[in-house]
């Protein structure tokens, strides 16, 4: 084996033109900050490479410069297929510029692709992404009018219709682990999760590609206990130990914390409390839905505060889950999402949407960000703006029950709760509720035809998915409805019943 120690400078130098590179992470959890810093260098002095494909299941940024923000200027890339591009607006702007190709799928869907690749499969085959943006008969997963390429496909078996995923080559993989032995066998102990790092290499390794490993240190080698390596050294051509602290921590928001990675427990009254306001409001009304022995996943956004009620509440008779791995335990949202306090298990992501994607969700909190009169939900293009699917699609069509979360109004809201009830302070500029979304990130028409128990909560009112449409099931004491709630929606009849 001829593992080579680098700079990651020298590492990056090796990534040609016109190839396809996957990364991996969630959020700042587990991505290469230093490789990605080193790549966007290289390219500033040089303006090589040239042409990349990059693919990436995650959201893999901070919204600002960190992640593959790096990575967002033209001519780097020249196609980018990516799960979440909320995290990403560099790269977003490209897209929106019509400067490079750009696709979004779901990212359970791209985990299990590079799984599939690894193994040499001819695609991945699902239904999920049936009736939403990402099926060709919508948009195929194209984000602007530069995108041509059909990578999205229907296919029937078995008398039903289903998506296949077109694989693709990865010509090299950047990767991240804690301690990487001499033989290139690396771990991840401190890490908050492992993600997909193993399909990602053996994706890269099976596809005659490189495997670009930073690391905090490296270590002798036959030093690692077995059952601590995630990447196994025959995988990795070359590891980077990191030369600045910052490039390598935790989360984005986290240098270090052994209680998301489970070498410690935390006492959970340390947590911080959710403020007073919207959020709260609708985490508490959300908390009423868990029963107890319900497996949970929590979503990005507005859901995240649940985690924090629930542990006010001391209610620990169910168990929360987060689509990058790990299950049980409190999830952490902002700049620690995907990480978790005091997790019973963290598994790989792909795993982790094998179990959603085969139905083991009992309930699954979602953001919302447009809602329509037939319960279709948009999260993922709107407003000039592409925040990307995330897991979203994965979740929300395969979990048994659904619970969208979100306000009624956004862009100014205020809310509070009085002893009388719920107070609308300010409403907000911008409608939530519309006569139609911009793209449809879940079917309300498919979710009904299957029987899904969908509800829609917000800070002053319920809305439940029937086969008519949305009903409005509930309204919160201190709220207005005509004020309040029929004076928001869009003109003409919006509402069921």
């Not at 427990?265 to 508490?284: K, N, T, W």
């Amino acid at each position: 084996m001829d593992v080579k120690i680098m700079t990651a400078r020298d590492a990056v130098d090796l990534i040609p033109s016109q190839c396809t590179l996957l990364t991996e992470g969630f959020v700042g959890a587990c991505f290469a900050e230093e490789l990605a810093m080193a790549l966007e260098q290289r390219f500033l002095e040089t303006k090589l490479p040239r042409n990349l494909t990059l693919v990436y299941a995650a959201g893999q940024g901070d919204a600002g410069d960190r992640g593959l923000n790096h990575l967002g200027h033209a001519g780097l890339l020249r196609r980018v297929i990516g799960g979440h591009w909320n995290l990403v607006p560099k790269i977003q702007a490209l897209a929106m510029a019509e400067e490079i190709e750009a696709y979004n799928l779901p990212q359970g869907v791209i985990t299990h692709l590079t799984r599939d690749i690894a193994a040499g499969k001819p695609g991945t085959l699902t239904s999920v992404g049936l009736g939403t943006f990402v099926d060709p008969r919508q948009e195929g997963g194209r984000l602007n009018r530069r995108t041509k390429k059909d990578i999205v496909e229907v296919l029937e078996t078995g008398g039903r219709e289903f998506l296949f995923y077109h694989p693709f080559s990865v010509d090299v993989a950047l990767l991240r682990g804690t301690y990487g032995d001499e033989l290139g066998n690396v771990s991840m102990e401190k890490e908050g999760l492992t993600a997909s790092m193993l399909a990602a290499a053996q994706a890269a390794k099976n596809s005659g590609g490189l495997v670009l490993v930073q690391v905090e240190k490296i270590v002798a080698a036959n030093s690692l206990a077995p059952r601590s390596v995630q990447i196994p050294g025959i995988l990795v051509d070359v590891l980077v130990p990191v030369a600045v602290k910052e490039n390598h921590m935790q989360t984005y928001r986290t240098g270090y914390n052994p209680a998301f990675s489970g070498e410690i427990r935390a006492p959970l009254q340390s947590l911080p409390q959710l403020a007073p306001g919207v959020r709260r409001i609708i985490a508490q009304r959300a908390l009423k839905e868990l029963t107890p022995g319900a497996v949970v996943n929590l979503g990005i956004g507005m859901p995240e505060g649940i985690a924090a009620l629930a542990n006010e509440a001391g209610r620990n008779d169910f168990t929360l889950t987060v689509e990058a791995g790990p299950i049980g335990g409190i999830p952490q949202g902002g700049l620690d999402f995907g990480c978790a306090v005091n997790p019973q298990a963290i598994i790989d992501m792909a795993s982790q949407f094998d179990f959603y994607q085969g139905g083991g969700l009992d309930i699954a909190f979602l953001g919302m960000a447009q809602v329509d009169r037939d319960g279709n939900v948009n999260v993922s293009k709107f407003s000039g703006k592409i925040p990307g699917c995330g897991g979203f699609i994965d979740i929300s069509q395969n979990a048994r029950k659904v619970v969208f979360c979100g306000s009624f109004t956004a862009n100014g809201l205020e809310a509070k709760t009085t002893a009388k009830g719920v107070n609308i302070i300010r409403e907000g500029s911008i409608r939530k509720f519309v006569p139609r979304v911009e793209q449809i990130t879940f079917n309300g028409k498919l979710a009904a035809e299957r029987g899904q128990d969908v509800l829609y909560i917000t800070e002053r009112a319920v809305f439940r998915l029937t086969k008519a449409g949305l009903k409005l099931e509930e309204v919160y004491p201190g709220i207005d409805h005509k004020r309040d709630i029929l004076a928001q929606l869009p003109p003409g009849t919006f509402l069921t019943g």
